[in-house]
């Protein structure tokens, strides 16, 4: 087999809407193949779409752009996080996204250190006045990391982004269009995905098992996502399989992954280029495992993709 390539840096989709902030392990450069690779069985009409672990939401918007493969409305869309500001700020570009847009112009017009540190000390109590903070920190903070300490506390220092834009107002309303009819929550993973239902598809892009000990971005909600959360990952998995519920896996290539996913999917690995990382010189390709419960389509690049294990 030939050597993989890292996939591209971009993708050919330059359409709204895409995700609104910058993500580690964001998923831009492989939502086409994952599109790609989604089960013919899957009815974007018929059955419902979970994303647990949003994050920037790279593959749920893809799944809503008019020239999609396939294309999930937006009552079929089930999304979640376990990071309370971040399912804030998409119910409130959901809800309310023009307040949203006069808040952030305001903020577009103050950035610099001193500012950003006033914001960042404090959290306003209004959702909207919430969800543009967010938006605010994330765009002008380091490397556009989010993370908390043990008391849910934002400690990422400012960035040295020149001229940082914290939004595109042709795609926040893109977004807002795309997210009407969803269902939003800020639960546990296991709890997000409980009415999964046989037929529907479950992505699972959660805090990956970091490649090394000062490589995990796992500290983005107080609660943390170590090696006890990947357990319970698979064991969610595992009971989804028995429903007959389709799930698709992203997390780091490591020996550790392999144990813990190889006995509930299919596992294969993918070359991709880091998209975040705090030193310029350490954003090289690496392997990253794509897992799955079901078989994908026949041409998809998928099947070029170098296979790992398959369940016993």
Known sequence: MKKQKPLPKK?????FPIPF????GGKRKLAPLLIETFPQEFNPLKHRYFEPFIGGGALMFALGQPDSELNVPGVNLYINDMNPELTNTYEV????VTALIKE???LSKRINEKTFYEIRSVVPRGKVARAARFIYLNKTCFNGLWRVNSKGEFNVPFGKSKNPTLYVEENLRACSKRLKGSTITNLSFEKAVSKARKGDLVYFDPPYIPMSASASFSAYAKEGFGLNEQELLA???AKL???GVYVLL???DTPITRKIFRKSLTLRKVLMSRSISSSGSTRKPVYEVLGMNYSHLRGSAMGDLDLISRPN
């Open 104 to 106: 952030l112009e305001i």
């Open 93 to 96: 570009i959901r809800d309310n």
């Open 21 to 24: 902030v910058k993500w580690a």
């Open 241 to 243: 399989n028995t429903k």
């Open 11 to 15: 993708t050919s989709a330059t359409s």
């Open 235 to 237: 064991e969610t998995i």
């Open 250 to 252: 992203s997390n780091s």
